[in-house]
Structures are given as structure tokens and as C-alpha cells.
T-cell receptor, first 110, second 112 residues
Framework: SQQGEEDPQALSIQEGENATMNCSYKTSINNLQWYRQNSGRGLVHLILIRSNEREKHSGRLRVTLDTSKKSSSLLITASRAADTASYFCATKTGANNLFFGTGTRLTVIP | DTEVTQTPKHLVMGMTNKKSLKCEQHMGHRAMYWYKQKAKKPPELMFVYSYEKLSINESVPSRFSPECPNSSLLNLHLHALQPEDSALYLC???????????FGPGTRLTVT
């Protein structure tokens, strides 16, 4: 399976703290993307990092990519209760489809 | 318009029923996808349509039959489903040059 692994599976933090989640994958990639899913809803694209990039920022999000270790991390700074959701990494190879990681369930306590 | 719409939101069907899920996008995307998602699991790819032609079928049972009538519409026809097919069915669209996928809100399917 090309599916990635994410850790932790679940994360609970206080509002205002930072949240870090990690993703490992198995094959060479074109890019790696992070998505958010609120309970029982569709996924929302957050950020994309290409295989030749090492770090990318978007608002309170910071993504890193280490292709030598086949791993990525997503940092959410100054978390809010509204950030409570499941977060999935997804890798894109040459084909036009994505392989999703196992996901991290983030709970931000007000 | 950056929205992908899906109907119905919820569907309950018996194992002998025939039903269809519908998906629509008006972003001009030429790739459309069906995913199946079980509780607390990641989405699993079922089908990919590229330029209105089926390009990927991830060994999905024939009781699921996809259809792409035009570049904006994607259907998933359901027949003789099993209770284990109960799941959230997600539709997505994407543009080859943009890479990210846009997801609809999903159809929550329950097979009784």
C-alpha cells in the first residue's frame, strides 16, 4: 500500500498551544499535501509542498518536507477551538491521484 | 465557483435497492474522483475519471457503477449493496496543473 502513516493518531491540546503532526510515506513523490476534515464532512485542502521544497508557510501553518526520510510535518501555531478536526497528509506521485495517510485527530480545548 | 456539490446528503437503502449518488462541479476541472471513507479512516480511492473517461478503477466491486455524463457531472450507481458498504462517499475534482483536489461534503450511506 502507498498509504502514509501519521502520528500521533490523536492529539489533545489547550487553545493557544502549538500542534505538530507527522507523516511518513513510502514512495517517491511529486508533492505532499495536507487536508483538514471536520467531523463527517468533506476534506479541505490546506497546503501543498513540492518535492524540491523543504519548508512552506501559510498563515498559522508551517509544513516541512524531508524527502530523504520520506517524512513531513505540519505545525499549527496558536491553535484555536475551530482547528479541532482530523488532519490528513496526502502524497501525489506521477499519476493523477492522491494517497492519504492514516490521519491525526486534533482536539483543541477552549 | 469553487464548490463541489453532492446529493443526497444522507441515504438509507436496502440490499435490494438501486440508488444513485450525484456530484457536480463548475470549476472546469477535468479530473473527478469517488472516494469511500469509513469512520476514523482515511478516504480510499474508488474511481478516477479523466476527461470524462474512466482512468482508474481501484478493483471496486461491480455493485458500484460510476458514470460521467459530462465534464461537470459524476454519478455513482449503487445496486445490491452489502451492509459493509455503509460509509461516507466523497466526490472530488481536480485540475492537472493545480494538483490539489476539491471535495464535496459527502453522502452518508447506510445499507440495511
Amino acid at each position: 500500500s502507498q498509504q502514509g502513516e501519521e502520528d500521533p493518531q490523536a492529539l489533545s491540546i489547550q487553545e493557544g498551544e502549538n500542534a505538530t503532526m507527522n507523516c511518513s510515506y513510502k514512495t517517491s513523490i511529486n508533492n505532499l499535501q495536507w487536508y483538514r476534515q471536520n467531523s463527517g464532512r468533506g476534506l479541505v485542502h490546506l497546503i501543498l509542498i513540492r518535492s524540491n521544497e523543504r519548508e512552506k508557510h501559510s498563515g498559522r501553518l508551517r509544513v516541512t518536507l524531508d524527502t530523504s526520510k520520506k517524512s513531513s510535518s505540519l505545525l499549527i501555531t496558536a491553535s484555536r477551538a475551530a482547528d479541532t478536526a482530523s488532519y490528513f497528509c496526502a502524497t501525489k506521485t506521477g499519476a493523477n491521484n492522491l494517497f492519504f495517510g492514516t490521519g491525526t485527530r486534533l482536539t483543541v480545548i477552549p | 465557483d469553487t464548490e463541489v456539490t453532492q446529493t443526497p446528503k444522507h441515504l438509507v437503502m436496502g440490499m435490494t435497492n438501486k440508488k444513485s449518488l450525484k456530484c457536480e462541479q463548475h470549476m472546469g476541472h477535468r479530473a473527478m474522483y469517488w472516494y469511500k471513507q469509513k469512520a476514523k479512516k482515511p478516504p480510499e480511492l474508488m474511481f478516477v475519471y479523466s476527461y470524462e473517461k474512466l482512468s482508474i478503477n481501484e478493483s471496486v466491486p461491480s455493485r458500484f457503477s460510476p458514470e460521467c455524463p459530462n465534464s461537470s457531472l459524476l454519478n455513482l450507481h449503487l445496486h445490491a449493496l452489502q451492509p459493509e458498504d455503509s460509509a461516507l462517499y466523497l466526490c472530488a475534482s481536480g485540475d492537472y496543473t493545480v494538483n490539489e483536489q476539491y471535495f464535496g461534503p459527502g453522502t452518508r450511506l447506510t445499507v440495511t
